[in-house]
């Protein structure tokens, strides 16, 4: 525990995602590490700390001080980036194995699980490799953030993408329909605790700006087995399309908080939003599953605001408007 007897629990890798920051202060003592000093979530949190870089060997070492200093019970990371050097390194961290980290972060070894697991897969091969069909997809092996993805009509284009995309590559056929996104929460033995599916009305950057929380029992149950056949622990966000002519088929998983963390947090009942789930974990609960229970029917529509730092670096209680951003005017 915490000195003042909260739960302890560092957050890696923060940058501007304040939403998740402030959600994990309302229930436990929170830790924001991230190089950079100005990364707008650490002032949400009630530390905040300078790691050393991902690769740099004293990196999990300081994580490790952290939790020896503040009684931290878990640790979860906010990007892709150290997922795997947290699954490897003895700490209180909510993320899969190694070897399930190590898959996920490579999206054409996250392809071939998918489909060891007998989960819905799009058709995907590597360059050199003749698609069934097109057109395709071409997309970087460990992309994120939607960087670098080109859609291909024909042969001509795959190979030219191929070529200009500076990094490995996979291609994926392209698939129609609707996209969804997931967002489940597994326990530390694997066990998928809910999954709520929501719609991708508009993204910018590869995150998620505008959705609504749906019921969609197939979508449900699409991310539990996901969740237990990895399996996850901790966070997982699961993103698939629905094809007009093959059904289901997965095209991203990453094992952390998506970009829409606001959806699961409408949709949870009291006392079960993700990061209350993690805090009541952390402390030594065990969480029975109640995958499906949920509220549907929710629309997020995501803004930007701003913080201000004085001549120190230090946040100044002054806003572009006075007391922050207004709450919504009439109906």
């Not at 967002?183 to 950057?205: K, Q, V, W």
């Not at 947090?265 to 949920?294: K, N, Q």
Request: one cysteine or more; aromatic letters at 8%.
């Amino acid at each position: 525990m915490a000195s003042d007897g909260r739960v302890g629990v560092i957050l890696t890798g923060v940058g501007k995602r304040y939403d998740i920051v402030s959600a994990f202060a309302e229930h436990a003592f929170t830790i924001a590490a991230d190089p950079s000093p100005l990364a707008p979530a650490r002032y949400a949190a009630d530390l905040h700390v300078y790691p050393p870089r991902i690769d740099d060997p004293e990196y999990v070492p300081f994580l490790q001080g952290l939790v020896e200093e503040h009684g931290v019970r878990a640790v979860v990371p906010l990007t892709d980036l150290d997922i795997e050097v947290l699954s490897r390194a003895d700490l209180p961290a909510f993320v899969p194995t190694p070897d399930v980290c190590e898959a996920t972060y490579d999206k054409y070894h996250c392809h071939e699980l998918l489909l060891r697991h007998g989960l819905p897969s799009p058709p995907t091969v590597l360059p050199g490799e003749e698609p069934e069909r097109f057109p395709v997809m071409v997309k970087p092996r460990q992309g994120s953030g939607a960087r670098s993805i080109h859609p291909a009509a024909d042969r001509g284009e795959t190979e030219f993408f191929t070529g200009y995309v500076k990094e490995p590559v996979m291609i994926q056929r392209l698939m129609d329909g609707p996209e969804f996104s997931i967002d489940l929460l597994c326990d530390m033995d694997g066990r998928c605790l809910n999954a709520i599916p929501r719609t991708m009305i508009e993204s910018r950057g590869g995150e998620s700006i505008k959705g609504t929380v749906i019921d969609d029992p197939e979508l449900v149950e699409l991310g539990r087995a996901v969740g237990e056949a990895l399996p996850a622990r901790g966070p997982c966000t699961v993103q698939a399309f629905r094809d007009a002519e093959i059904g289901l088929g997965i095209t991203d998983v990453n094992t952390r908080f998506g970009g829409a963390f606001p959806a699961p947090m409408y949709a949870a009942r009291p006392g079960h939003t993700y990061p209350e789930l993690i805090v009541r974990m952390a402390s030594g609960e065990t969480i029975e599953p109640h995958v499906g229970d949920f509220a549907s029917g929710h629309t997020f529509t995501r803004y930007f605001w701003q913080l201000e730092l004085d001549a120190d670096g230090k946040p100044t209680p002054r806003d572009i408007v006075a007391d922050g951003p207004k709450k919504p005017r009439g109906t």
